[in-house]
């Protein structure tokens, strides 16, 4: 019996050390990572605005943006995107999008707890084959602002689409912190919406794994996870 | 339909589940009647790779015959088709560039973060291969459901049975890509680790694009026998020191080109790999590359390097000074097999690739869990295993009258 305890005992203490050394060398890291985000006022990277680290000069609170090339001409990628009520195809938290004309929608998005909340917009940007821009009318439940920009990197490589969210950030110190937990949220979901846009528009289709198998919560023409 | 389902490590059973239904407008589906196990089922089976789940469908190696299409396909019912492993969508900046296995659209969007976060990029979908490539049921069934049937899918001719096309689906150009990853030159020896199917083609492979010799190694006799029988010099590594014996061989200049077909689960008893295994229960590393590193001492100075062996997380001593100072290229990669289908079929009718001398076992669908069992533990004695459905042998008979009366 004495021998176990000591034994556990000398374990504890082993664990203990090793976790001390681990929380050291974190707290190092992330000490060295902050001294390395260099902000002398003068900006050099030619990165777009939303990839920009948190304490430089570029920074913008609340904005995300993600980028795919999607293999078809500008035209035919503006004509439809500027369909809106065409976006529940691919977004996956859009219940639908009506068209009030003069460039004004009516967005149904899914909230938790199956309620919806209502997003109304105006297209604030209309560029042919070149941006699309839309704001949150004051009104609207949620203000939010969203852009498509499209344009060429290089030859042969299709169409560039660049999409960037912002939203409003709730105010004081716990209205950052929750902020910091939604901004994820926005940016998975871009990453998703812009990947599934890119499917149909290259395909004809949003690829599904929808496919038998032996478990039975799952129907064979479900998508699975 | 019955269908070889996944439920744990070493744990796969022959289940009923539902029948596959066309899901998307280009989709096909089709009553298997032919369907392999591949090396890489091992890595499932044995639970080394992520993202398995309980009651996944396996099998990425099958054919059989269109019984439904979606109003975008281009197939016809009763068409006999063999089908590629990787899914390709034939649209996207990739598929364009022939690189199809790179295809940027076919692994949906709720399964390919995981790849995303670890490779950088996500992967594309591949038939019954865990949900990092896709969740797709695979094909050791009676039915799949075959997505993007407009790309992937080769139609055979009948005169030609299943097993001499079967392997169109992986093996055949996976070890036909290994040897062209090598980029072979009038007088280079190759050398081959793993003996195993994808090994086995490569050689072949190598040979038939000019290698002036080809050796191979691993421990297993049926299978050294079969590379012998293929024309290839033949290394027993539990008789000799690899290295030596390849500086020896090629007048102590190395192989000009290497092939790793053994991947991460290399066998051997070494310092090296005694630590990877100890490393690997511990989770410290995922992929052990004993015959990688053996791979890359081994070749030549300024040589080549073929990775067709499958590695799917990290590895440790990665020897990157001999890699450096070498001068080495390394050419790796899932097979673009859609890319390969056409060639190697012209090359199967003319007769100058042999595809079943190495298939050892033929099994209806029904033992296949027993299967995978022989497949794991007797790698010498089960060196191909082929799953035939009821399908097989229902459809074989009226074919056999017709010839009859032709």
């Known amino acids: 019996m004495a021998d176990q305890w000591t034994e556990s005992k000398s374990n504890k203490a082993l664990i203990g050390a090793g976790l001390a050394v681990a929380v050291g060398a974190a707290g190092f890291l992330l000490a060295r990572r902050s001294a390395d985000v260099h902000d002398d006022g003068n900006n050099i990277s030619d990165a777009p605005d939303h990839t920009w680290r948190r304490k430089t000069g570029r920074y913008q609170e609340g904005l995300v943006g993600r980028t795919v090339s999607i293999n078809k001409p500008r035209e035919e990628i503006y004509r439809a995107w500027r369909d809106f009520t065409r976006f529940p195809q691919f977004m996956e938290n859009v219940d639908s999008v009506e068209d009030l004309g003069d460039g004004r929608s009516r967005w149904t998005i899914k909230a938790p707890l199956g309620s919806t909340v209502e997003l109304l917009t105006r297209i604030t940007d209309d560029v042919p084959s070149d941006t699309i821009a839309w704001k949150s009318e004051p009104e609207s439940q949620v203000q939010t602002e969203g852009r498509v920009e499209l344009f060429e990197v290089a030859p042969d490589r299709g169409t560039a689409v660049r999409l960037t969210m912002k939203y409003d950030p709730p105010a004081g110190l716990p209205g950052r912190a929750i902020a910091k937990v939604l901004q994820r949220e926005p940016n998975v979901q871009a990453r998703r919406d812009l990947r599934r846009f890119k499917q149909l528009i290259e395909t004809g289709e949003v690829s599904t794994n929808a496919s038998p198998s032996a478990r039975k919560s799952e129907s064979p023409t479900q998508a699975r996870i | 339909m019955r269908a070889l389902t996944w439920h744990g490590r070493h744990d796969v059973r022959v289940d009923t589940v539902p029948d596959p239904e066309i899901v998307n407008p280009h989709d096909a589906i089709l009553r298997v009647t032919s369907s392999a196990i591949c090396g890489s089922d091992l890595h499932l089976y044995d639970g080394y790779i992520p993202g398995m789940r309980a009651g996944d469908i396996l099998g990425h190696e099958f054919m059989g015959e269109v019984v439904e299409v979606g109003p975008q396909s281009t197939l016809k019912k009763g068409q006999r088709v063999v089908v590629p492993f990787p899914i390709a969508c034939g649209q996207c900046f990739f598929c364009h560039k022939q690189q199809y296995s790179c295809c940027d659209n076919t692994n949906p969007v709720e399964t390919s973060d995981a790849t995303e976060f670890q490779y950088g990029y996500p992967m594309a979908g591949v038939f019954g291969y865990s949900h990092l490539t896709g969740g797709y049921a695979g094909g050791q069934a009676e039915y799949v459901r075959v997505p993007f049937s407009n790309v992937g899918p080769l139609v055979v ?250």
Not at chain 2, 332 to 345: C, E, F, I, N
Not at chain 2, 375 to 400: C, G, M, R, S
């Open chain 2, 157 to 406: 001719p009948d005169h030609l049975e299943d097993d001499k096309v079967l392997f169109l689906s992986d093996i055949l150009p996976t070890g036909w890509m290994a040897a062209e990853n090598c980029e072979i030159e009038p007088g280079d020896t190759v050398a081959v680790w793993g003996c195993g199917p994808v090994g086995l083609f490569a050689i072949q492979s190598a040979l038939i694009m000019g290698a002036h010799r080809v050796i191979a190694i691993d421990h297993y006799p049926t299978r050294l026998a079969l590379a012998k029988q293929l024309g290839a010099e033949i290394l027993d590594y539990r008789e000799v020191d690899v290295r030596e014996a390849l500086a020896e061989m090629t007048g102590g200049i190395g192989p000009d080109a290497v092939i790793d077909a053994v991947g991460l689960e290399a066998h051997g008893i070494s310092i090296d790999n005694i630590l990877d295994q100890v490393k690997a229960m511990g989770f410290l590393v995922t992929d052990r590359i004993h015959a990688f590193r053996e791979a890359v001492l081994s070749v030549r100075k300024g040589g080549r390097v073929s990775v067709p062996g499958v590695y799917g997380g990290f590895a440790d001593k990665f020897p990157v000074g001999a890699f450096m100072e070498k001068g080495l290229t390394m050419k790796t990669g899932q097979t673009h097999v859609h890319r390969y289908l056409k060639p190697l079929l012209e090359l199967i009718e003319q007769g100058k690739i042999d595809t079943t001398f190495l298939i050892s076992h033929h099994a209806p669908l029904e033992q296949a869990a027993e299967m995978y069992k022989h497949w794991h533990d007797d790698q010498n004695e089960f060196t191909k295993i082929v799953l035939k459905t009821e399908a097989a042998t229902t459809k074989q008979e009226p074919k056999e009258q017709q010839h009859e009366l032709a």
